[in-house]
């Protein structure tokens, strides 16, 4: 498909940051795009995740990125930690922390222009396409036009509108995350399913804490495991994305399990309100009831400095782990449908590389767009990162949780060494790697 001869009308379906990383790659390559979001509001609300930036995402935001202010908090050392919170294990790994709602906001600022407290808006550079953004239009259908285009059928999501209808494009993407629905259509063997246990997830003031727990987690990427159980932290920015000491957050993420049918699922993802959840309990709408448990069962398990954070976070927010292999391919109809990040594979949070995918893929879609590589590299670079790095978070995330399966047929938990040998081996740089073969074939 020769497209860098002319230009597009691109429609990204997803406005998170998959959906504003191929808009951006593609509008500074002159093309004119749209984000297609099923949420009724015109802004994503704050996720109140943290997000280990590497080296796509911050490739990325070299690119793309004109707003003049820091992007991440850096980490100098991983260290992990014993039951009683003594170091037993230290690494000096320079590494970069930034939030989900700070790359939101300084995408949109990039993307469509959105002001907000996070940055000022750049002004628009003159071989750039257009760029919108949709809010309220959920997608629910897709099919080829005589001219070779793709016709999107959708929704109108807002309150007190029943209205439908459809829009062209010249290329589809699929950016709407490991439920997708474009994938769904394309695709509908290749199912999320849940992997028995949950991430509790939140994030505290580094002012909040006391000094010992303050110690442990600045500037430190830290960690602890045990039977069951793994929980990280690290420093991330702050309100309106501030990276000044004092005024930071430290962000966890608690591994825990939650075997599937069990009481224990029903109750931490069954909100304040009896709604059930399927996937993810959103920021303040846990039930305090079963937080107070967790809170318990987190001071009996975790070292004190862990215990302390997973106890003082007020908004906590749980992730249920999932699956999503994936499919045969990342494009379909003559590659006038694309599917890129979670859409196309959701890997598990232990890989720390969901954000770096949906970047990794823009920038190697936008690529190929622009004439520098071909159809087959663009889809066995896309393709062995997505096949290779799933399957290396599923082992990972079975090895941490569940042990390793002997010739006996039984499971045995893994030796710390073990564990960071697992850890360190997903931290080589996504440029060092060579794909196997298995992963790359098209």
């Not at 996720?47 to 992007?71: H, M, T, W």
């Not at 949709?134 to 036009?145: A, E, N, Q, R």
């Not at 109750?267 to 305090?288: F, L």
């Amino acid at each position: 498909m020769a497209e860098a001869e002319r230009l597009l009308t691109v429609f990204q379906v997803g406005g998170s940051l998959g959906g504003l990383a191929v808009g951006l790659a593609l509008k500074d390559l002159g093309h004119d795009t749209t984000i297609l979001e099923r949420n009724p509001e015109r802004l994503l609300h704050n996720q109140g995740a943290g997000i280990v930036a590497g080296g796509d995402s911050l490739e990325f935001l070299k690119r793309y990125n004109r707003c003049d202010r820091p992007v991440a908090v850096t980490s100098q050392k991983r260290q992990y930690y014993d039951k009683d919170g003594q170091i037993v294990h230290e690494r000096v790994m320079t590494q970069n922390m930034t939030s989900w709602d700070l790359t939101y906001f300084l995408m949109r600022a990039n993307y469509d222009g959105v002001k907000s407290s996070y940055c000022d808006v750049p002004e628009p550079l003159a071989h750039q396409g257009k760029a919108v953004h949709v809010h309220g239009h959920k997608v629910t259908s897709f099919d080829l036009i005589p001219n070779g285009g793709v016709r999107v059928h959708y929704t109108d999501t807002r309150s007190g509108s029943t209205d439908s209808g459809t829009m062209d494009c010249d290329i589809l993407i699929a950016a709407d995350g490991p439920s997708s629905t474009i994938r769904s259509k394309l695709f509908p063997d290749t199912q999320r399913t849940f992997a028995g246990y949950c991430a509790l997830r939140g994030t505290v003031p580094e002012h909040a804490v006391t000094s010992p727990t303050l110690l442990a987690f600045r500037e430190r990427f830290a960690f602890f495991h045990a039977p069951g159980v793994q929980i990280l932290a690290y420093l991330i920015p702050g309100i309106d994305g501030t990276v000044e000491p004092g005024q930071r957050l430290i962000n966890f993420v608690y591994y825990t399990l939650f075997p599937e049918g069990s009481k224990e699922l029903d109750e931490i993802m069954t909100d304040k309100d009896g709604v059930r959840h399927r996937i993810t309990m959103p920021p303040g709408k846990t039930n305090p009831q079963a937080w107070e448990k967790q809170k318990a069962l987190a001071r009996e398990r975790l070292p004190p400095q862990f215990a302390e954070i997973v106890c003082a976070t007020k908004a906590p927010f749980v992730q249920a782990i999932t699956d999503v292999p994936p499919p045969p391919a990342n494009s379909a109809l003559g590659d006038r449908v694309v599917l890129i990040g979670d859409a196309l594979a959701g890997f598990r949070p232990h890989t720390v590389a969901s954000t770096s995918q949906a970047c990794f893929d823009a920038m190697t879609y936008a690529d190929f767009i622009a004439g520098k590589i071909s159809s087959d590299e663009w889809k066995k670079q896309t393709m062995g990162y997505a096949r290779f790095t799933q399957d290396r978070g599923v082992k990972m995330g079975v090895r941490s949780q569940f042990g390793e399966k002997g010739e006996d047929g039984k499971w045995r938990a893994l030796s710390l060494e073990e564990l960071i040998g697992d850890r360190d081996e997903a931290s080589v740089p996504r440029k060092e790697q060579v794909w196997p073969e298995w992963a790359t074939k098209i």
